[in-house]
Structures are given as C-alpha cells and as structure tokens.
C-alpha cells in the first residue's frame, strides 16, 4: 500500500465521517421540536462534521500534494470558538423572550418541548433557593 492511497483512504473517512455528522445536524435542525433543541444541531453535530471536512482537506493538500494550507486550520479554529458562543447568545435571548412573555414558535413535526423537571425554571432565570449558594440570605 503506497502513501498516496493510504492518504486517499484517511481523506475519504475523514470526508464520509464530517458529511456524516453534518447530514445529522441539519436533521436535527429541522426535526427537533424547539429552539433550545434545535441549537444542538448546527453548534455540535454540524460544528464536528465541518471541522473532520476542514482536516480532510489539510491533509490531502500535505500529504498528497506536499503543501501546507493553513487556511482550513483558522477557519476552523473561528468554527470551534464562535459556534458555541453564538449558541449560548441566541438560547439567552430566546430564554428572555419566553419570560417576558412574547410568543415563541409554533413547535414543529416532533411535537411541543417538554417542561422541565421537577417544576423547575431554565437556569438563566431562576432565582437562588433559599440554602443554596448564592441566595444571600441571612449575610
């Protein structure tokens, strides 16, 4: 086995394996019921499977062509640092509209989220209970 297909070989799992994890994303984006479900697609699944694209594509530009590309390591670097920043802002945001009581989207094919458990509040506005950290009572 020469290097040139075993750098063929390692390209392509790489490639099947991010479309793989993207194809999921997008599912996932489209499927899920709510927003905050919703954001699981495109910000880990998508994010993974765009991230093993990038890789394929450094290694087949070293291994098969003998060049560096550094391109596909900073975009993915902007990827991996943005994704999940974005993601937190936009559940913030949509957390405080449903408290301020706008409407939020009709749910989807899947069918309405279910509530949280144990009659609790999503953690961004639920206020300390008494004899946690942070309640402040009695300092």
Known sequence: MSAASLA???VSALVVTGAGFALIGSWGLVRLP???ERLH??????????????????LWFHLARGVWTSHELLVSAFLFMTAPISANMIAKVHLH???QGEPSAPAGPAGAPAAPPGGSDWATHEA?????PGDFVGD
Do not use: D, F, N, Q
């Open 97 to 99: 509209r449903l408290r």
């Open 41 to 58: 697609g495109p910000t880990k699944a998508s994010t993974l499977g765009l991230g093993a694209m990038l890789v394929a594509s450094v």
């Open 34 to 36: 709510s927003l905050m």
């Open 128 to 132: 300390p209970h008494e004899g946690t």
């Open 8 to 10: 063929e070989i390692l």
